[in-house]
């Protein structure tokens, strides 16, 4: 979990619902080549299930700002499809957020590497 806010069971469920059913739909659904090697790292629902934050990472790269368009140009038709596929009587409304603990992640591996190099050198 991102926060460190309170459990609520209902919510993890709805948040790991989300995140397998929008990879499936991005994998599956949409034919948009800006959001071809996305990857649903994260969903964040609000309280009253009304936003979902749904944080996301690109396979080898980093986000662009053509990633970022392409999702919110597909984020109401994944909404939709949503709509269909769970049985809600709302669907959250999405937004999509850069992942960025992917990017420390890679900056930490690279730290530690550096340091393991440098102590095999002395």
């Not at 993890?12 to 659904?29: G, N, P």
């Not at 090697?37 to 700002?65: C, N, R």
């Not at 049985?87 to 409304?93: H, I, L």
Request: hydrophobic content about 40%; cysteine-free.
């Amino acid at each position: 979990m991102r926060t460190g806010r309170r459990e609520f069971p209902r919510a993890r469920r709805i948040e790991s619902e989300l995140q397998r059913r929008l990879a499936e739909l991005l994998r599956r659904e949409v034919k948009d080549p800006r959001v071809g090697l996305v990857t649903i790292t994260a969903v964040e629902v609000s309280t009253d299930l009304s936003h979902a934050k749904v944080f996301y990472g690109v396979l080898g790269k980093e986000p662009t700002p053509e990633v970022q368009e392409g999702l919110d140009h597909v984020a109401g038709f994944l909404r939709a499809k949503l709509g269909r596929l769970l049985k809600m009587r709302q669907v959250p409304e999405i937004h999509f957020t850069p992942d960025e603990m992917i990017e420390r992640a890679a900056h930490l591996t690279s730290l530690i590497d550096r340091a393991v190099a440098d102590d095999k050198k002395r």
